[in-house]
């Protein structure tokens, strides 16, 4: 009996080279289908930008302890996975601010946490430049599509009655005129408390800032949402 080695040979690379093509087909299906899966259920992480001056830039503290940190930390915690993007100037003014609005929004955020004007009302600069620069960064803003919760600041008492009573309206007016999510004072219940301040009994400590976010974290929820 004669038995036809090449003609078995033959059909065992075609068999051979039928189950390697199928194992690429099934294999470009499986990958193809992996990315579809994760690119119709994966949801783009969404911005938030804090843009402010040394009160939440961290002055003095350590990164975990920075307003940026613990505010990322308490929307996690609550499910909101929020990239937090820190723009904020130590001794940064309303002025600072208007200067600097259109570079920090080519990081095109989708929230924007403002606060400013801190160093306005120490420097006891005149409430309606104050008021002006502030308008011109909502009006950017708004213009841009960028939803805004803008934090209040007070003066301080010792530059008048007449004074602070300007400064002091200005977000609350701004904030109603623009539509614009609004926090009356970002230092509130902090403020004056000395084992919530650091030495300098203006910027807070690890501590205060974790009072600051426990109050602000419901409106931020609702800017976020």
Known sequence: MIINSTTDTSLSRHRSSRF???????????????????????????KLMIFGDSLTAGYGLKKKNSFSEKL???????????????????????????ARIDWA????????????????????????????????????????????LLAGMLAPPNLGKEYSNEFNNIYFSLA??????????????????????????????????DEIVKRMLPIVLKLVK
């Open 72 to 98: 990322s930390n308490a929307l996690k915690r609550k499910g909101f996975d929020i990239y937090i993007i820190t723009s904020s100037i130590s001794g940064d003014t309303t002025a600072g601010g208007r």
């Open 20 to 46: 390697y093509v199928l194992s690429i087909y099934l294999m470009i299906f499986m990958v193809a289908s992996l990315l579809f899966a994760v690119t119709v259920s994966a949801k783009p992480i969404k």
């Open 105 to 148: 929004l080519a990081e095109n955020p989708d929230f924007l946490l403002l606060e400013l004007g801190a160093n306005d009302g120490l420097r006891g600069i005149n409430p309606l430049v104050t008021r002006e620069n502030l308008e011109v960064i909502l009006r950017k803003l708004q213009k841009n599509g960028v939803k805004t």
């Open 176 to 209: 109603e005129k623009y539509g614009t999510l609004f926090y009356p004072f970002f230092l509130e219940g902090v403020a004056t408390e000395t084992k919530l301040n650091q030495e300098d009994g203006i910027h807070p400590n690890s501590d205060g800032i």
